[in-house]
């Protein structure tokens, strides 16, 4: 058994990288913020402010006061305090926001807030700042904050221009509705596996379902006498962790334990559930690795302690990556189990290449083939008259140390010399390599490689590059 919580030789990464501030979410309703000045800036914030349910006091004196904030004095949004913030009592704030015009003004208003133990923000003076605004994704009651520590406040703004594209509408009605149950939910069902099965079916649902389908009462019945936990096989990609799904994020982020694999990337576990423990269970070729019965066992264990587990595997989990096996000890053992896809490699290669696998002039179907058996060699069954075909692209995964008994046995099956072969490893990563060769000079190419890489092998006309296409097409 070879199991670990992390990477053999390297040091304990900590689970979460350094924050420049803490993102806190803070009640402001029925409390007295005092906010200085009475320009449009201030004017923004204060009705930030009072959208709380803060009492907003502004200290400026009339003559300041500008059209957008006496407009909020109207509508009783705030309240006039008339008169300038060095003459006010600080007693009882909770908050102070000051618009000054100069730092001599911003550095006595930090320092006179501070002296009180109120904390204080100087509107575009981070400096005098104990807190930032941030930009706002309002869905409330779910409220997304962005902040860039007053660095970047474009960028921020930018971020969360993308956020309101993602994060639909309906989210508020959901939020609304899991405010109103949570009481309900919390009495009838026992901690641990019943509530959490109600709580992901509605985070689930809240993403693609309107909220007044919801089934609430449903949901709570179907939880009831939920025991143990789960697993759900993901697909992490070749590396690159823009190219997860949707649904993957979910699974990650709902996770308790994640189990994965030593190809999976740094960049894709750091989407993963911050609370989540990750078990490396690292299977590479010339390595020790963990034995797949261990492997098995270990899903087993903790579904049945009520964990939810994810098996995150490289590319995706139905390409060579023995979840039929793990599938069938788990329907054996009475686990659910869900899979959801991810990018494979050689659809990776074909993106980064700008090569379609079946380019209707060159190849009418596509196959991957494992080029790596139990026993590491080439697997004893293939069939190289049909490996041969001139008019298939094949994909040859994990080709690393058989490509050069693979190439020759292509070479004797009648494949021609000048066919175009891709040699590459860490697809989508930053030391990604590829190679173009030929199946005439694929065996010294081999040579070269780095077998301590994951190496995939293409070979099929539709690999030809573009220039050497059109020179052929001309000849």
Same mark, same amino acid.
């Given at each position: 058994?070879? +199991?670990?919580? *992390?990477?053999?030789?390297?040091?304990?990464?900590?689970?979460?990288?350094?924050?420049?501030?803490?993102?806190?979410?803070?009640?402001?309703? @029925?409390?007295?913020?005092?906010? &200085?000045?009475?320009?449009?800036?201030?004017?923004?914030?204060?009705?930030?402010?009072?959208?709380?349910?803060?009492?907003?006091?502004?200290?400026?004196?009339?003559?300041?006061? %500008?059209?957008? /904030?006496?407009?909020?004095?109207?509508?009783?949004?705030?309240?006039?305090?008339?008169?300038?913030?060095?003459?006010?009592?600080? =007693?009882?704030?909770?908050?102070?926001?000051?618009?000054?015009?100069?730092?001599?003004?911003? &550095?006595?208003?930090?320092?006179?807030?501070?002296?009180?133990?109120?904390?204080?923000?100087?509107?575009?003076?981070?400096?005098?700042?104990?807190?930032?605004?941030?930009?706002?994704?309002?869905?409330?009651?779910?409220?997304?904050?962005?902040? #860039? #520590?007053?660095?970047?406040?474009?960028?921020?703004?930018?971020? *969360?221009?993308?956020?309101?594209?993602?994060?639909?509408?309906?989210?508020?009605?959901?939020?609304?509705?899991?405010?109103?149950?949570?009481?309900?939910?919390?009495?009838?069902?026992?901690?641990?596996?019943?509530?959490?099965?109600?709580?992901? *079916?509605?985070?689930?649902?809240?993403?693609?379902?309107?909220?007044?389908?919801?089934?609430?009462?449903?949901?709570?019945?179907?939880?009831?006498?939920?025991?143990?936990?789960?697993?759900?096989? !993901? @697909?992490?990609?070749?590396?690159?962790?823009?190219?997860?799904?949707?649904?993957?994020?979910?699974?990650?982020?709902?996770?308790?334990?994640?189990?994965?694999?030593?190809?999976?990337?740094?960049?894709?576990?750091?989407?993963?559930?911050?609370?989540?423990?990750?078990?490396?269970?690292?299977?590479? @070729?010339?390595?020790?690795?963990?034995?797949?019965? =261990? +492997?098995?066992?270990?899903?087993? #264990?903790?579904?049945?302690?009520?964990?939810?587990?994810?098996?995150?595997?490289?590319?995706?989990? /139905?390409?060579?990556?023995?979840?039929?096996?793990?599938?069938?000890?788990?329907?054996?053992?009475?686990?659910? !189990?869900?899979?959801?896809?991810?990018?494979?490699?050689?659809?990776?290669?074909? %993106?980064?290449?700008?090569?379609?696998?079946?380019? *209707?002039?060159?190849?009418?179907?596509?196959?991957?083939?494992?080029?790596? %058996?139990?026993?590491?060699?080439?697997?004893?069954?293939?069939?190289?008259?049909?490996?041969?075909?001139?008019?298939?692209?094949?994909?040859?995964?994990?080709?690393?140390?058989?490509?050069?008994?693979?190439?020759?046995?292509?070479?004797? &099956?009648?494949?021609?010399?000048?066919?175009?072969?891709?040699?590459?490893?860490?697809?989508?990563?930053?030391?990604? %390599?590829?190679?173009?060769?030929?199946?005439?000079?694929?065996?010294?190419?081999?040579?070269?490689?780095?077998?301590?890489?994951?190496? +995939?092998?293409? +070979? @099929?006309?539709?690999?030809?590059?573009?220039?050497?296409?059109?020179?052929?097409?001309?000849?």
């Amino acid at each position: 058994m070879h +199991i670990v919580t *992390r990477q053999p030789g390297e040091a304990q990464r900590p689970r979460l990288a350094a924050l420049s501030t803490l993102p806190v979410f803070y009640t402001l309703t @029925g409390k007295r913020v005092l906010l &200085a000045g009475g320009s449009e800036a201030a004017a923004w914030k204060a009705e930030l402010l009072a959208a709380t349910g803060a009492v907003v006091e502004v200290a400026a004196p009339e003559a300041e006061l %500008s059209e957008e /904030m006496q407009g909020l004095a109207s509508s009783g949004q705030v309240t006039l305090l008339g008169c300038h913030w060095t003459v006010i009592s600080w =007693d009882g704030y909770a908050m102070a926001v000051g618009d000054c015009e100069d730092e001599e003004e911003a &550095a006595h208003f930090a320092a006179a807030a501070r002296r009180f133990g109120v904390p204080v923000n100087v509107i575009d003076k981070p400096a005098f700042c104990d807190f930032q605004f941030g930009s706002i994704v309002n869905r409330s009651p779910l409220v997304v904050g962005i902040s #860039t #520590t007053g660095a970047a406040p474009i960028l921020g703004q930018a971020v *969360r221009q993308r956020m309101e594209a993602m994060l639909p509408k309906s989210l508020m009605d959901w939020a609304g509705l899991a405010r109103h149950i949570r009481e309900r939910a919390t009495n009838l069902l026992q901690p641990g596996p019943e509530r959490r099965q109600f709580w992901q *079916r509605l985070a689930d649902r809240a993403f693609h379902t309107p909220a007044e389908e919801a089934e609430l009462e449903s949901w709570i019945d179907e939880a009831k006498g939920t025991e143990g936990g789960r697993v759900t096989l !993901v @697909g992490a990609g070749p590396g690159d962790a823009e190219y997860l799904t949707l649904k993957a994020m979910r699974a990650l982020q709902a996770a308790d334990v994640i189990l994965f694999d030593d190809l999976v990337s740094d960049e894709v576990l750091e989407l993963a559930r911050r609370e989540a423990k990750r078990i490396l269970v690292g299977k590479r @070729g010339g390595r020790d690795s963990c034995k797949q019965e =261990d +492997i098995n066992r270990t899903m087993i #264990t903790l579904a049945r302690a009520g964990r939810r587990v994810v098996r995150l595997k490289s590319g995706d989990p /139905m390409i060579f990556g023995r979840a039929g096996e793990e599938i069938a000890e788990l329907n054996r053992a009475g686990i659910p !189990v869900d899979v959801v896809p991810g990018i494979t490699t050689a659809l990776a290669l074909a %993106s980064e290449l700008k090569l379609s696998l079946t380019h *209707r002039d060159c190849a009418q179907s596509v196959r991957f083939v494992t080029a790596h %058996s139990r026993d590491g060699r080439l697997p004893g069954n293939l069939d190289w008259t049909a490996l041969a075909d001139k008019s298939t692209t094949h994909l040859y995964y994990m080709a690393g140390r058989t490509s050069g008994e693979l190439v020759a046995r292509l070479l004797d &099956a009648g494949l021609a010399p000048d066919t175009p072969v891709v040699f590459a490893s860490n697809v989508s990563r930053a030391g990604q %390599s590829i190679v173009h060769t030929c199946l005439r000079d694929a065996a010294d190419k081999a040579k070269n490689l780095d077998l301590d890489c994951p190496i +995939i092998l293409g +070979i @099929g006309s539709a690999l030809r590059l573009p220039a050497e296409a059109q020179l052929q097409a001309t000849a």
